[in-house]
C-alpha cells in the first residue's frame, strides 16, 4: 500500500515491495540552477570580457527538497530515476542522485524510461530498468553553462549601454535573438516587398443548363494587353469547342503523426499560443491521458499496440470514430520522415469525455485524438477530371473533382467538395456565357503565427522540442514581438537589427544551429563539454569586442527606437504633453502625461496597444 507522508517540509510517497522499503520524491523541475558567484552580480562594476571566463557555481532551486532528499538518504541501497527521459529530464535525475550520494555514496542508480503515464508502461520500465545516461545529463548542463554566459554578457552590455535596468532591461539570448531577427527579417521583407499586377482570363461556360468556370490555360497574364487580347478573341465565339477531357482517382494521404512542433501548428491555428498549447498538453500527459509532449518522432515504434490504444478509446466520447477504426481489416499507421528513440509521437493514452474537462482541456486532447485516428485510417479519394476546351481557338482548362471516399478526413475535418464538371465529351461543344478578366496583385510572405515560427526555427536549428514555445512566449512577455501573426515592435526591431549590423554571428540561425550540433554530439558521447565551452567563449569574446568598438552607435539606435516606441500621442486633457508608457508601483503600466504632476491625466489601455501603435506626430521629434 502507497503512503503518503509530509518529511521535513516536502511531500513524498512510501510503499513496500518484495521486503524492501521504498520512498518516493516527486521533483517539481531542476533542483539547483547555475549562476554567477555574488562577487560577479554587480553589473556595472563587473568586467563583461572576465564574465565570460568566468566559472558557474550551483544555486539550489528547491531548499526544502533538496535537505529532505538528505535526510532521506542514510541506509539507501538503490536509486531509481523516474523523470521524463530527455536531456532536461536526464540533468534533473542526476541532480538527485548527487545529493543522494552526499549522504549515501555507494547506493547503486539505475533508470526508469517511459513516455507515458499509463500503468502498463510504468510497469514495463521499472521491470527494464535501465542506466542514467551521462552523457545526455552533460550535454543539457553544457546548454546551461553557454547560454547563460551568452545571455548575461549581451543582455548587460546592452542594459548598460542604453541605461536600462531592472524590469526595463534588454535581454539578449542564444536563441532568442536569432528567433526575433527571423521576425524582424519577416517585416522587412513584408515593408520592402512591391506588389506586382497580374490578371486572368476567365470564362463561363455552359453545358446544358449547368454553368462552369474555364480559366486561360496561361493562367496568370504579367501584362494587360495579352489579356485582353486573348479576352476579346474569346469573346467572338459563342461557343467552345471540347478538346479533350480527363478523369483519374488521386489519393489524398493521412498526415503523420504528431511530434510537437506539429502538434503546437495545430494548436495555434485552434487559437492557443504556443506556451499554452504545450502547457496544457503536458497537464494532459501528468493525468495520464497524453503520451508525452516534447518529442521529435513522427513515427510510431513498433512496440506501441495501436490497436490496443484505440480500444481505450472506446471508453471515451470518441467511441464512434474508434470503431470507425478498428472495423478495417488492418491498421496501418501513416509514418512520417523523422523517427527517434526517445520519444513516440504524441497519442492518446487515456479515454476521457467532454462534460469531465474544462473546455481548453478538452480542444486540446481532441486535437491530439482526432489526429491520431487519422494517421491509423485509409486516404481520402477523389474523382478529378480536367478538360481542354477551345473558344475561338484560345486554350481555356476547367477542372472539376468528387469524393469517392472521405477516409481520414471524416475525423479531422469536412471539407465540402469542390465543383464538378458537368458531363461533357471531347469533340463536343458547351455554350458560351461570358468572358471576363480578373485581375489580381502578388502578395508578400505572410507574418508567422506562433506555429508557423515554431516550425521556422526547427528548419533552421533554433532551440529543441522543449524549449522552442518558451523562446516564443519570452519574445513577447519581453516586449519584443505582438500580436497573433507575430510582428516586432519598434523596441523588439532595434534590439534585433542593431546587433544585425554591430554583432551579426548573434542574430545568425547558424550560429545556433552550430552549437546545437555540438550538444548533440556530447550527447552521444562524441565530443566533451569542455570542448564546446571553450569554443562558445573564444566566439562570445570576438563577439564583445565588435560591440565595445560601436559603443554609440548600438546605444543611439535602440535608444531611439524605443523612445519613439513609448510615446502614444499628445495628451488630450493638456495638449502640450504626450501620453507614454508609466508603471506603478506595483509593476501595472499605463499611459501617463508627461507634464505630470501640473497635468496627472491617465487611462489604462491593453497590451496589444502598449506594443502596437501609430507612429507619433511630429511634435514628438521636437522635445
Known amino acids: 500500500m502507497v503512503k503518503r507522508l509530509r518529511a521535513d517540509g516536502v511531500s513524498q510517497f512510501t510503499f513496500s515491495r518484495a521486503g524492501d522499503e521504498w520512498r518516493v520524491f516527486p521533483l517539481h523541475g531542476h533542483l539547483v540552477n547555475i549562476d554567477y558567484p ?26 526544502a527538497t533538496v535537505e529532505a532528499l538528505r535526510q532521506a538518504s542514510k541506509d539507501v541501497e538503490e536509486i531509481i530515476v523516474a523523470t521524463d527521459y530527455d536531456r532536461e529530464g536526464e540533468l534533473i535525475g542526476r541532480e538527485a542522485v548527487r545529493i543522494v550520494h552526499e549522504i549515501a555514496p555507494s547506493a547503486t542508480v539505475r533508470r526508469a524510461k517511459f513516455s507515458a503515464l499509463t500503468r502498463r508502461e510504468l510497469l514495463a520500465a521499472f521491470e527494464h530498468l535501465a542506466e542514467l545516461d551521462d552523457h545526455l545529463a552533460s550535454s543539457a548542463a ?43 527579417g519577416r517585416e522587412r521583407e513584408i515593408e520592402e516587398f512591391v506588389p506586382t499586377p497580374w490578371w486572368r482570363v476567365v470564362a463561363t461556360l455552359a453545358a446544358g443548363d449547368v454553368e462552369f468556370p474555364a480559366t486561360h490555360a496561361n493562367g496568370e497574364f504579367w501584362h494587360l494587353d495579352e489579356a485582353e487580347a486573348a479576352q476579346g478573341l474569346a469573346e467572338l465565339a459563342t461557343e467552345g469547342r471540347v478538346m479533350s477531357v480527363g478523369t483519374q482517382t488521386e489519393d489524398e494521404r493521412p498526415p503523420v503523426p504528431l511530434n510537437t512542433t506539429l502538434f503546437i501548428g495545430l494548436a495555434n491555428r485552434a487559437g492557443f499560443t504556443a506556451a499554452k498549447a504545450m502547457s496544457i498538453a ?28 484505440v480500444e481505450e478509446l472506446l471508453e471515451s466520447d470518441f467511441k464512434a470514430e474508434a470503431k470507425q477504426v478498428l472495423a478495417l481489416p488492418e491498421i496501418h499507421p501513416m509514418r512520417g520522415r523523422t523517427e527517434s528513440t526517445d520519444h513516440p509521437p504524441i497519442y492518446p493514452t487515456g479515454a476521457a469525455t467532454r462534460a469531465k474537462m474544462k473546455p481548453d482541456r478538452w480542444r486540446v486532447y481532441e486535437i491530439v485524438v482526432r489526429r491520431f485516428l487519422a494517421t491509423l485510417s485509409p486516404p481520402a479519394v477523389y474523382e478529378v477530371t480536367k478538360a481542354r476546351i477551345d473558344v475561338n481557338d484560345i486554350p481555356f482548362v476547367a477542372e472539376g473533382a468528387r469524393t469517392l471516399a472521405l477516409g481520414w478526413r471524416t475525423l479531422v475535418s469536412d471539407e465540402p467538395e469542390g465543383p464538378m464538371l458537368p458531363s461533357i465529351a471531347p469533340d463536343g461543344t458547351v455554350g458560351l456565357q461570358s468572358i471576363s478578366v480578373e485581375k489580381g496583385m502578388t502578395r508578400p510572405p505572410p507574418r508567422f503565427t506562433q506555429g508557423m515560427l515554431i516550425q521556422e526555427m526547427e528548419t533552421k536549428g533554433l532551440g529543441t522540442k522543449s524549449t522552442r514555445h518558451e523562446i516564443v512566449q519570452k519574445l513577447y512577455d519581453r516586449g519584443y514581438v505582438s500580436g497573433r501573426f507575430v510582428r516586432p515592435t519598434d523596441g523588439g526591431r532595434a534590439v534585433a537589427e542593431s546587433l544585425l549590423v554591430y554583432a551579426p554571428v548573434v542574430t545568425r540561425p547558424e550560429t545556433t544551429a552550430e552549437l546545437e550540433t555540438r550538444l548533440e554530439a556530447i550527447a552521444e558521447g562524441q565530443d566533451t563539454p569542455e570542448s564546446v565551452i ?9 563577439v564583445l569586442r565588435e560591440l565595445e568598438a560601436h559603443r554609440e552607435g548600438v546605444a ?3 535608444r531611439e527606437s524605443l523612445e519613439w516606441e513609448r510615446d502614444h500621442g499628445p495628451c488630450e486633457k493638456c495638449g502640450s504633453g504626450h501620453m507614454v508608457v508609466r508603471k506603478s508601483r506595483y509593476g501595472a503600466r499605463f499611459l501617463g502625461c508627461t507634464n505630470y504632476p501640473k497635468c496627472r491625466n491617465t487611462r489604462a489601455v491593453t497590451r496589444e496597444e502598449f506594443v502596437v501603435r501609430a507612429p507619433p506626430s511630429e511634435a514628438s521629434f521636437a522635445e
Open 534 to 542: 571553450q569554443e562558445s567563449r573564444a566566439r562570445l569574446h570576438t
Open 38 to 63: 555574488e562577487t560577479l552580480n554587480d553589473w556595472a562594476k563587473t568586467d563583461l570580457s572576465a564574465l565570460i571566463d568566468a566559472d558557474s557555481i550551483d544555486v539550489p532551486t528547491d531548499s
Open 142 to 184: 553544457t546548454r546551461e553553462v553557454v547560454d547563460l554566459a551568452w545571455g548575461a554578457v549581451l543582455t548587460r552590455f546592452l542594459s548598460l549601454t542604453c541605461e536600462r535596468r531592472g524590469s526595463e532591461i534588454l535581454s539578449v539570448g542564444r536563441v532568442q535573438t536569432p528567433t526575433l531577427a527571423l521576425v524582424t
Open 556 to 558: 543611439r539606435w535602440i
Open 282 to 309: 503536458e497537464s494532459l500527459y501528468r493525468d495520464g491521458l497524453l503520451s508525452y509532449p516534447r518529442t521529435d518522432n513522427t513515427v510510431y515504434p513498433r512496440t506501441l499496440s495501436l490497436r490496443a490504444t
